[in-house]
């Protein structure tokens, strides 16, 4: 499976992004697909994951801001990101295989990536 990761750019503080994951090659909800994103200086972190039985997996600093879904007729899985804070600033990546990483280091294993996109959260 390919994916190509877009949506990113520079919004405000509490301002929204929609991130889009889509794919190419294999039906996206025969895998886990995950968020992840990497800040300058930091090490990769997951953001949210949602299995093929639809677990969904938030971290913390996101739960309540973030939403992962997914649209099979588009075979895209989205990141809404409400209500951004200058520290969710970062390179955000998908990824997809059978199970998400989300414990550190996450996302080893998982062997499908996209390109990651830009999320910059600045007045």
């Known amino acids: 499976v390919q994916l190509q990761a877009s949506g990113g750019g520079l919004v405000q503080p509490g301002g929204s992004l929609r991130l889009s994951c889509a794919a190419s090659g294999d039906p996206l909800d025969d895998y886990a697909v995950g968020w992840f994103r990497q800040a300058p200086g930091k090490g990769r972190e997951a953001v949210s994951c949602?299995?093929?039985?639809?677990?969904?997996y938030y971290e913390a600093s996101v739960k309540g801001r973030f939403t992962i879904s997914s649209d099979n007729a588009k075979n895209t899985v989205y990141l809404q990101m409400n209500s951004l804070k200058p520290e969710d600033t970062a390179v955000y990546y998908c990824?997809?295989?059978?199970?998400?990483?989300?414990?550190?280091?996450?996302?080893?294993?998982?062997?499908?990536w996209g390109k990651g996109t830009l999320v910059t959260v600045s007045s």
């Open positions: 990824a997809a295989d059978f199970i998400c990483t989300v414990l550190p280091p996450a996302g080893y294993g998982m062997d499908y």
């Open positions: 949602i299995s093929t039985s639809g677990d969904i």
